[in-house]
């Protein structure tokens, strides 16, 4: 199974300084996507799950641990020597106004990435923009049309054909259908189905929406205060989750059916500068003992495939 | 159960330089008293439009072309200005979606809390402060006396959406419009907001309208719903009925389009976008993207046909023999 691992990452860390303050922002975080599956990260806000993303294709740069990318340990290479690996992977931002250039139509914002990579002749680049259009679902004749001319959902589309462009085996989703509205979401995720389909895809896909991550994943990793607290294929996850932090999450998604549900998380999540001793969701946890405040916990392999960070489920 | 809201074919337009936009398009609903009304809709259906408009908070080029409006008994578009004040923020309270851009930065919570019960002359400032710490603690701020004295940006998204609801119960109104109050949130918190407001809704004894993108959120909370679409009302009824027997093809595409948690299901995207409102379609709004539309739906509005108990739909299919 080993070989069909395509990023693992270890011990993964990020601190910010924010005057003399120090946030903890990704500490100790450690997973492996194995090629042509999705890997679902959830969490609050602040979580530390866009770090993550950004630090996985070397947008910011780890204060330690190790990003290995289909067997390379691409985490200190030199811009230069990254550059194969950048065509490889690419990402894709909740956003889309901003993350597209406004003053470029967007069949040259797509074609940027072959001159960048210096692919294909001129015809050949116009002819594969084309085809990349057509392929996310948008006219090829609005080639020459600008950002703001489409639609919230269509510039997505335009944002994920940019991704696809160079045949990258690698995307990052990070929430990318926050700003969109529900009947535009149902088409960006049935897109991004067919491609991981059609092109073999490996997807890292951030959200904070368990039903389009439950919906879209092969695995899910549950992140809380800058640690990862669960990691299981998504089955176990849902129908059997352990983690407190992961049982109170699942049950706070509204439902159609609308039942009632037991648990309700209390308080507010810590501020990660300066993160409670011991289990950083002990201040809130229903089930919380006193080895919960001293000693932090280590992500361990309960049954199979399945990982917690929890001193009372380990025992 | 009393009449507290009754909205009769409200018509409301917006004056813009490409044209006129029917924001609301001939809307029907009453509310009553203690009753949780659900609108559900996606961006640019009308739903915020066709709320504000019960207080006449439009923008300028916006205007109420058409319709009455009756709220406990009088009649809101013939108030003057200085009677519709008496009722914005004291019978009525607001919260909306992003709590940061609705108070204000440079000025401590307390007196934001304080300020309608002041405003409005209902007591005296040292009643008001009281009443303001009370509120603060019901909304589930801790160490409500010490968190008045601090500004907004000192609280969490969370925090400051329980701010807004302190600043919109402080009068006790007699209606909470509660605009995508949680859409800015974690769904944890989501679920600390809505489950704040069930409780505020059974200790205060006040209606509720809540406007939000999600069928999910209003099916623990509302009591009935409205489902609109490009200005337009396409179904409404108690929402287990809507939920559980959806009849309107776009209801049912909303339910098909969103993945669910508890339930394994394909998604069937809706295909194509929402219309212009400017140049919309004739007849139905909805048929260029329904799979089910006939001849007649290109040409003729549908009126909203009975499909069950209070439960009313807005398609041609339900008024065939």
């Known amino acids: 199974m080993e070989d069909k691992i395509l990023i693992s990452v270890k011990n993964l860390k990020k601190y910010f300084s924010r005057g003399k303050d120090i946030v903890h922002a990704v500490e100790d975080v450690s997973f492996n996507i194995r090629r042509g599956e999705t890997l679902g990260l959830v969490g609050e806000s602040g979580s530390g799950k866009s770090t993550v993303a950004r630090l996985i294709i070397r947008l910011i740069d780890t204060d330690g641990g190790n990003i290995i990318f289909d067997g390379v340990d691409i985490t200190t290479l030199s811009e230069k020597a990254l550059k194969p690996f950048r065509r490889r992977m690419q990402i894709v931002f909740q956003d889309p106004a901003s993350s597209l250039n406004p003053q470029m139509t967007v069949g040259t914002i797509i074609k940027e990435q072959f001159l960048i990579h210096k692919l294909g002749t001129k015809q050949e680049q116009e002819k594969w923009v084309e085809e990349l259009l057509e392929k996310v679902g948008i006219d090829p004749s609005f080639k020459d049309a600008y950002p703001h001319e489409f639609s919230g959902g269509q510039q997505q589309r335009i944002c994920i054909a940019r991704a696809i462009a160079l045949r990258s085996e690698f995307i990052i989703c990070d929430e990318p259908l926050s700003s969109l509205d529900v009947s535009i979401q149902a088409q960006i995720i049935k897109l991004l189905e067919d491609l991981q389909k059609e092109l073999g895809l490996t997807y890292l896909f951030i959200s904070h929406d368990l039903a389009v991550v439950k919906h879209l994943s092969d695995s899910i990793a549950v992140m809380y205060l800058g640690k990862l607290v669960e990691f299981s294929n998504k089955k176990d996850l849902f129908s059997n989750p352990l983690h407190p932090y992961t049982i109170t999450l699942l049950s706070s998604v509204p439902t159609i059916k609308g039942e009632e549900k037991e648990v309700e998380l209390k308080g507010e999540p810590p501020s990660p500068i300066n993160p409670p001793e011991g289990c950083p969701f002990n201040p809130r946890c229903p089930k919380k003992e006193d080895i919960c405040e001293r000693e932090t916990p280590i992500l361990e392999e309960i049954c199979e495939g399945h990982f917690v960070a929890c001193h009372i489920v380990q025992r | ?262 339930v394994e299901k394909e998604l069937v995207p809706i295909p194509g ?11 139905c709004k909805f048929h260029p993207r329904c799979p089910m539309s006939m001849d007649i739906c290109r040409t003729e509005k549908p009126p909203l046909f009975p499909v069950g108990d209070g439960h009313y739909s807005a398609c041609w299919l339900c008024g065939r023999e």
């Open chain 2, 1 to 262: 159960m009393d009449l507290l809201l009754s909205i009769d074919n409200l018509n409301v337009y917006f004056y813009r330089s490409e044209g006129v936009l029917k924001a609301v398009d001939g809307i029907s609903y009453n509310l009553h008293k203690g009753e949780v009304l659900g609108i559900v809709g996606e961006s640019g259906s009308g739903k915020s439009v066709s709320v504000l408009s019960i207080v006449r908070l439009l923008p300028a080029n916006g205007k109420i072309v058409d319709g009455s409006i009756s709220f406990d008994g009088k009649d809101i578009l013939k108030l003057s200005m200085n009677e519709l004040q008496d009722i914005r923020g004291k019978d009525i309270g607001f919260v909306f979606q992003d709590p940061m851009s609705s108070l204000n930065p440079v000025i401590t919570v307390g007196q934001q809390v304080m300020e309608p019960l002041l405003w409005h002359n209902l007591c005296s400032r040292e009643e008001a402060y009281k009443r303001a710490k009370n509120m603060l603690g019901m909304v589930g701020i801790p160490f409500p006396e010490e968190r008045m004295k601090e500004y907004p940006f000192q609280f969490s998204g969370g925090m400051r959406q329980r701010v807004m609801i302190a600043i919109a119960l402080i009068c006790n109104p007699k209606l909470l419009i509660a605009d995508e109050p949680t859409t800015s949130l974690d769904v944890t918190t989501q679920a600390q907001i809505i489950r704040l407001l069930k409780n505020m809704r059974s200790e205060l004894d006040m209606s509720v309208i809540l406007i939000t993108h999600n069928l999910a959120l209003t099916s623990n909370f509302c009591d009935r719903l409205i489902i609109m679409y490009a200005s337009n009302m396409m179904e409404t009824g108690g929402t287990k009925d809507v939920l559980n027997t959806p009849s309107h093809p776009y209801t049912r595409f909303l339910l098909d389009a969103v993945p669910d948690i508890e």
């Open chain 2, 273 to 283: 976008t929402i219309p212009d409102l400017i140049n919309p379609p004739e007849g």
